[in-house]
């Protein structure tokens, strides 16, 4: 271990070439070489999915619609015997078994021997390019009573060992682990079980979701370097397949709520609005949104979906409550005009009108609105 502090000025860091290496991919924008996280509820079929996987990485086949690299497959089934481990890889109907895949039913504890057994073992069979340890459970040394505060640390510690492990060797190592009983729709990452060091280590983290008993699910996609995207899949015959592929456009899509593109519609037709965030849902008859939520998906949004299409928005605190005001500002009007203050209001019957038409816009309208607002998204 290097004790000295290195240093790099700079100037010479901005200017200096640095040969830039492209991270493999073992599986298509899914599992690059280093650490993934695999997380699922109990009973999810998740060891169907990294089973399916590593079957089809070692023949170089498509996984879910995605191409894989083709290479050697460890995969150690560690809460499988191996008859049970056999029955399961007969029930996946495959031709005839990969001759690059191998399987473990046991090893040594992280932190104990198993990265030195792995490294020799994986000496041994140059080919391997791809790790799958079902489960990390299985692989952790017992604890008795770790603090939440000891529990990010141990956490951290143990999937830097792995992560170090994979990138020293040029390799992918993709755990499976368990999530939490909450769902969190908004950030699936806050699914994983264990604290914040189990999402900060890996490169790529897959979630799996999926009720039990149920045929459908879902898996998502979040990682450092690799585009966010969610599938649609659907268990039959002990593998699941893909039914649909959404992008990570279309995910920042579905996040924008409608009520937005209503009320920037109210706006572009009045020129001018203000009021408090209460009185803006009133304008728009919007009931399901609260005013603390609106007043965060416009600072979420507010690029998107109102200052590409020239609408500027200012807010002010007087004694007792936060006021917006929304101002339309074409660039097209604007030109060749002195810096003039407009401030005209619109009759109480137009205003009821645009209102009125702002509820009720149509699914078409919306569409447009949506896909213009997910054009602005890729072109940023």
């Keep these: 271990m ?20 492209e991270t493999e991919m073992i599986v298509e924008d899914m599992i690059p070489q280093g650490l993934t996280i695999l997380a699922g509820p109990p009973k999810s079929c998740k060891s169907w999915l990294v089973l399916d996987m590593g079957i089809c990485v070692s023949a170089g086949a498509q996984f879910l619609g995605k191409s894989t690299l083709g290479c050697g497959v460890l995969y150690f089934a560690l809460e499988d015997t191996r008859s049970r481990l056999q029955s399961r890889f007969h029930s996946i109907d495959v031709d005839e078994p990969p ?10 504890p992280l932190g104990g021997a198993l990265l030195k057994e792995l490294d020799e073992w994986i000496r041994g069979h140059p080919d391997i390019r791809l790790v799958i340890i079902d489960t ?6 017992a604890d008795k009573g770790t603090s939440g505060i000891n529990q990010y640390g141990k956490d951290t510690d143990e999937l830097s060992m792995l992560k170090d492990f994979a990138d020293r060797k040029h390799i992918a190592i993709v755990v499976v682990h368990h999530v939490t009983k909450r769902i969190d729709p908004s950030d699936p990452v806050n699914d994983i079980r264990g604290s914040a060091g189990m999402s900060a280590i890996p490169d790529s983290i897959l979630i799996l979701r999926k009720e039990r008993m149920q045929k459908a699910g879902e898996l998502l996609c979040v990682s450092r370097d690799l585009p966010q995207w969610k599938m649609t899949l659907h268990f039959e015959r002990c593998r699941w397949y893909l039914k649909d592929l959404i992008t990570e456009e279309e995910i920042i899509k579905e996040k924008i709520p409608e009520v937005l593109f209503r009320i920037s519609d109210m706006i572009k037709r009045r020129g001018r609005w203000e009021g408090t965030m209460t009185k803006l849902l009133e304008e728009v008859h919007e009931s399901e949104m609260n005013p603390t939520v609106l007043s965060r998906k416009l600072a979420e949004f507010g690029y998107e979906v109102f200052l590409m299409e020239d609408i500027r928005i200012d807010h002010y605190r007087t004694s007792s409550e936060r006021k917006y005001i929304f101002t339309h500002e074409p660039e097209e009007e604007n030109q060749g005009k002195e810096n003039n203050v407009h401030d005209d209001e619109t009759s109480k019957n137009e205003e009821a009108s645009s209102a009125s038409q702002a509820s009720q816009m149509s699914p078409d309208e919306l569409q447009k609105r949506v896909q213009k607002a997910r054009e602005t998204i890729l072109r940023a």
């Design 2 to 21: 290097n004790n000295r502090i290195e240093t790099i000025s700079a100037e010479e860091l901005y200017y200096t070439p640095i040969p830039q290496k």
């Design 136 to 141: 990390l459970q299985k692989i952790r040394k």
């Design 99 to 108: 001759a690059s895949m191998h399987f473990a039913t046991g090893c040594p």
